[in-house]
């Protein structure tokens, strides 16, 4: 194994960060909160909370072995200056959008349940350095996709076993259509995401490979993930796989690579495979799971999905309008969406409905950082892709070390075969880039599958990387940066780790059989992390509860919905709750009526098209003997959802 892993080059240090970027690639993707056995998660968002705190302990362990590494040892610092210098900037973007943020603290971390803050591009930044001072040679390049391919064949074959009806976990909820594969991310367009790198780096590492064995294994591995991409019924990966397989087709016609029986075989069998998947779709009435009407959806710009992809697009239009520089804050989408919500949307998707994504990555990070922000950062992507481009194009003749070699015929052909084999993956991770930056046009960005995003730009900037020799530290010097190094990562693991263990009692209180218990395990949850809204809500929903059986004072629990809706004056779902608990204070007391009315007046301004929101403020109305203003929010609700149900009977009552 050892032998397996480590070239003669690896230092010390350098094996510990080769071990965790490995680990990092096999286990994010597959990693969720179920235990064995159990109902009950180890955390309350049992999909994206695990992977990110993986990959902010793994990456701090990442830094300080790196840093320890060119301390202790010096060696080779690799490194594209246009890259350098276009990720300082985009930085120091992200760094002022965060510190200009309407929510400051979320626009750090990440909205919760999305992480997509400015630590995870932080994070990103990490990964694509290690990734070039580490994968330099198509031998690591090699284990890095190996190591990639085992995940994709758990989370593929995950997914295939939804697929088929055989869901191996007692869920307890139905989060999407039955049979519609999610995996191990929860979602379908999250696993569509990274479908796209399972496809066309295993197809890469099966057109590399020579050895039989290994080669059918790839195969399968890119069979199988083709295949879910199919049960995922995700639309944006069927979109940006066409361009992943232009791609792959223009360089194979280019390097024109020896083909067996193998690879026309398998290539016949994921055709088939596909397209057995997409034939038994048809016979489903449902518009989501049938192939054809999902394909046919795309070109509806009216109803259904794609209706409200384009509100929801309009709605970011209108957010960047208002913050065009800097934006709104980085993953602030959520709270922003509600003010700028077209009107037309609560029809289409429901008045529950909240887009806490723009759904579309360049409006979604415009909407966040300013309009600059997001130019600068998609030019830094291209940029990248230009560069491998570039250099998948040379013919592996033209390597240097095969111009260079002396050694016979014999050698230089092995030589070739060497670098056709390389340059095969290269472009297995080329077009996997492509079609996920692609898919992120129509879908989520989220650390669990963007991660792998960050460490391709790695692999694909190390042949035209520009090197320089540093010598290491002095002994004293390497100690004591060695130390600071793995201090930091220390404190940032922890930090991470507290919010781990905050989420863990956030679904402890939820399951917690009483309301005294209830409470105390909420008010733990948000001390440890203060800045997640919905931490808080649970806290003053379990408050209101705890204040019925006389628990606390019902003073005591207004109390807390006053903090809460200073704290978070940005979170519609907190003025939601600030209203329910106004409502139940009020059949006791009535000066909670008139102070929950005083803020339901706020709450409609800031946000015009929130019907639930109206319909909480409708029944204070009623209860303080407004019926003709409650008329007006009833009648407003329901002519913007026709299916609201609620507000529509009590309108009748009234009327």
Request: charged share 15%.
């Amino acid at each position: 194994m050892s032998s397996w892993l480590f070239d003669k080059g690896f230092t010390r240090e350098g094996k510990i960060v080769w071990v965790t970027l490995l680990l990092l690639v096999f286990l994010v993707p597959i990693t969720f909160s179920i235990p064995p056995n159990t109902g009950v998660p180890f955390t309350a968002d049992v999909f994206d909370t695990p992977k990110v705190w993986l990959l902010r302990v793994g990456v701090m362990i990442l830094l300080a072995a790196w840093g320890s590494d060119i301390a202790f040892n010096g060696g080779k610092i690799r490194y594209s200056k246009a890259v350098l210098i276009m990720y300082g900037v985009l930085s120091a973007i992200f760094i002022a959008s965060t510190i200009t943020s309407i929510e400051p603290m979320q626009s750090f971390l990440g909205k919760y349940r999305r992480y997509d803050g400015l630590w995870s591009f932080l994070l990103y930044g990490v990964l694509l350095w290690v990734t070039m001072q580490y994968a330099t040679s198509f031998r690591r390049i090699k284990q890095i996709l190996q190591v990639f391919s085992a995940s994709s064949m758990v989370v593929a074959g995950y997914g295939l076993l939804q697929a088929l009806g055989l869901e191996p976990l007692a869920w307890g909820v139905k989060f999407f259509e039955d049979t519609q594969s999610f995996s191990t991310y929860g979602n379908p367009n999250l696993l569509a995401g990274f479908l796209a790198f399972g496809i066309f780096i295993n197809f890469g590492l099966a057109l590399s490979e020579e050895e039989a064995k290994l080669k059918s294994y790839y195969w399968v591995a890119t069979l199988l993930n083709a295949a879910v991409s199919i049960t995922a019924f995700s639309r944006s990966v069927w979109v940006a796989s066409v361009f992943g397989i232009i791609i792959v087709i223009i360089y194979m016609l280019r390097f024109r690579p020896h083909l067996t029986a193998v690879d026309y075989g398998f290539t016949g069998a994921t055709v088939t495979a596909v397209t057995a998947f997409i034939v038994r779709s048809l016979s489903s009435e449902s518009i989501v799971m049938n192939f054809v009407s999902r394909v046919s959806s795309i070109f509806d710009f009216k109803t259904g999905s794609a209706a409200t992809r384009f509100q929801i697009w309009e709605s970011a239009l209108r957010a960047i309008k208002e913050r065009p520089l800097l934006g709104w804050g980085p993953d602030t989408f959520r709270m922003v969406f509600r003010g700028f919500q077209h009107e037309g949307y609560n029809q289409d998707a429901g008045y529950r409905s909240v887009a806490d994504n723009a759904h579309n990555y360049p409006l979604q990070v415009a909407a966040g950082i300013g309009v600059i922000g997001a130019v600068l950062l998609h030019i830094l992507q291209f940029w990248i892709i230009g560069l491998a481009a570039r250099y998948c194009w040379t013919m592996p003749s033209d390597d240097s070390a095969i111009q260079k070699s002396k050694r016979g015929k014999e050698e230089r052909q092995q030589a070739y075969k060497r670098a056709l084999s390389s340059r095969m993956c290269y472009v297995g991770v080329l077009a996997a880039v492509v079609t996920y930056i692609i898919h992120l046009s129509f879908g989520l960005s989220l650390p669990g599958a963007t991660f792998l995003l960050w460490i391709g730009f790695g692999i694909l900037l190390v042949p035209p990387a520009q090197t320089r020799e540093v010598q290491p530290l002095a002994r004293a010097q390497a100690l004591a940066c060695c130390g600071a190094l793995i201090a930091f990562g220390c404190a940032i693991s922890i930090w991470a780790s507290t919010l781990l263990w905050a989420d863990h009692l956030h679904i402890q209180s939820q399951a917690a059989q009483s309301y005294d218990r209830a409470l105390t395990l909420s008010k733990q949850s948000t001390k440890l992390s203060p800045s997640n809204d919905q931490y808080a809500i649970r806290f003053v929903e379990n408050n209101v509860k705890a204040a019925s059986q006389g628990l606390v004072s019902m003073e005591m629990a207004a109390q807390e919905v006053r903090k809460l809706t200073v704290k978070f004056p940005n979170e519609y779902d907190v003025y939601l709750m600030a209203l329910w608990a106004y409502n139940a204070f009020g059949q006791a007391d009535s000066r909670y009526i008139d102070e929950g009315l005083a803020l339901a007046k706020v709450a409609v301004e800031k946000y015009p098209q929130g019907l639930a929101m109206r319909y909480a403020y409708a029944e204070m109305l009623v209860t303080d003997g407004q019926d003709a203003k409650a008329v007006e929010q009833l009648e407003f609700a329901v002519a913007s959802d026709s299916n609201f149900k609620e507000a529509r009977e009590l309108l009748e009552e009234l009327r």
